[in-house]
């Protein structure tokens, strides 16, 4: 125990450091950039210190003070979020909707009005952003009106915590909506697994099936925002029911020493940390909000074995690399915030019971 408890305090100390200060830039990144323009078309870098992976960080660091109560996570969070508004806070895109999940936890510890206003606007530009199909937000309008799995782990948590905290059943509406969209539009009827995406117009699904991420992305966007959407909402029911199939049916596809692949089916393929933090941190949720049987804790401790088994020096390797789009996804394994934060969420929940 008390080792464990050594590499949690390790992973929280990366955790924090990489939250203020990830991405970091120099010549090489920026060369790679040029190069990733020219091979990858539509690719942006993201030159803001306030994005996605930093959501992802952020989200850690709100489980990590909500079952410790340690002032640093709270101290980190508040510098976070504070630089954020002082260079401008803008939002130029859909993913960075993610930052705000735990921007409302701040703003009810805190109950600084300057928290609020960011969350106002942050809900203003996905309330305004062009909707394509059925109200579904696609994520990247000037590309395309695809629709990308990651979206739905990135914007509808934010949406339904947005409209419990704050009485808004549009915000709450809206998000629920993304996600019956995805299950209607975006799965595997032989597996049971997701898609990377789908588009509307066309009525096609696009990528692969069962990409590990995916997986998880769906996984978090559906258990954290099933704890704020109203269980009388015409759309909880089904939400609820899809949640518990799917996780029916990815549990089967864990390996033995507890990780789960880049892709699901890709049984003897390279294992990931992401995929696996993120897929059990879900699960590990719907255990403690009572939608999981307490059974899954199996599932969720060799997992988390594994992870641990992944960290030095407190970052989590063997995180597969940034996704560059559908069917782009590139075999480098290294440490990244987007294993890094799931982790130390999960490690977080695992101090709690279930």
């Not at 009810?108 to 203003?124: A, F, G, H, P, R």
């Not at 009572?290 to 969720?300: F, H, K, N, P, R």
Request: aromatic share 12%; with cysteine; net charge negative.
């Amino acid at each position: 125990m008390e080792n464990r408890n050594v590499l949690y305090d390790e992973l929280r100390e990366k955790t924090r450091s990489q939250l203020l200060n990830y991405p970091e830039f120099d010549i090489k990144v920026k060369a790679a950039d040029v190069i990733k323009s020219i091979i990858y078309p539509g690719y942006r870098a993201d030159k803001s210190k306030f994005q996605w992976p930093n959501g992802l960080l952020a989200l850690a660091l709100e489980w990590s003070h909500r079952t410790s109560e340690d002032k640093d996570d709270l101290e980190h969070l508040i510098r976070y979020y504070d630089k954020w508004i002082e260079k401008g806070a803008s939002v130029d895109f859909i993913d960075q909707a993610i930052n705000g999940y735990t921007l409302i936890y701040l703003y009810e510890v805190t109950k600084q009005n300057k928290y609020k206003e960011l969350l106002d606007y942050i809900l203003q530009f996905l309330l305004d952003h062009p909707k394509v199909g059925d109200e579904s937000i696609p994520y990247r309008i000037n590309i395309s009106n695809d629709i990308y799995i990651d979206g739905l782990g990135m914007v509808c948590p934010f949406l339904c915590r947005y409209g419990s905290t704050f009485h808004n059943r549009e915000a709450i509406n809206l998000g629920a909506k993304q996600i019956v969209n995805y299950i209607h539009n975006g799965m595997d009827d032989n597996t049971g697994l997701p898609y990377h995406g789908y588009n509307p117009h066309q009525n096609t699904k696009l990528g692969i099936i069962g990409w590990g991420r995916a997986v998880g992305w769906l996984l978090i966007g559906m258990i954290d925002s099933l704890e704020y959407i109203p269980k009388d909402n015409m759309y909880y029911d089904q939400i609820k029911a899809a949640f518990k199939k799917i996780v029916s049916d990815v549990v089967t596809f864990q390996n033995k020493n507890g990780h789960f692949t880049w892709q699901l089916s890709a049984i003897e393929g390279a294992s990931d940390t992401s995929a696996t933090s993120m897929i059990c941190y879900a699960i590990k949720r719907g255990m403690i909000l009572g939608i999981l049987d307490s059974a899954y804790i199996e599932i969720t401790d060799v997992a988390l074995d594994y992870l641990h088994e992944s960290v030095e020096d407190g970052l989590v390797s063997g995180s597969s690399a940034e996704c560059r789009g559908f069917s782009m996804y590139p075999q480098k394994y290294e440490a990244y915030p987007w294993a890094q934060g799931p982790t130390t969420a999960l490690t977080a929940l695992s101090t709690v019971p279930s």
